[in-house]
């Protein structure tokens, strides 16, 4: 017996919800980006969870390199870059945000 098209599709998104810690929120804030716990230069956040976020730059960011992000609100987190390609990046925060930390910056990108 064939599996159903929504079968599959069933399996697909438990394996990508399953490779992450908590969800992501697509959100639009303005931050800044900086190395040695200086600000540097402006970035957008473009998807935030507890754990890590997506940023848009001016600068071209290398994996594994340390960062300090300014959140709104929330002040400088130190990240680790995970990913990057040409001016966007994923990071993951060295210490994950904590729940009314996560919640106020989804107030300010709404």
Known sequence: MEPRQTD?????????????????????LDAKLGRGGLDRTLCRVTDLSREGARISSYSALKKDAVIWLTLPGIGQIAATVRWADDFQAGCQFNQPLEDGQFEALLDVAR
């Not at 599959?8 to 639009?28: C, F, M, Q």
């Open 8 to 28: 599959i599709r069933a399996e697909y998104e438990t394996a990508i919800l399953g490779r992450r810690k908590s969800p992501r929120a697509p959100v639009s």
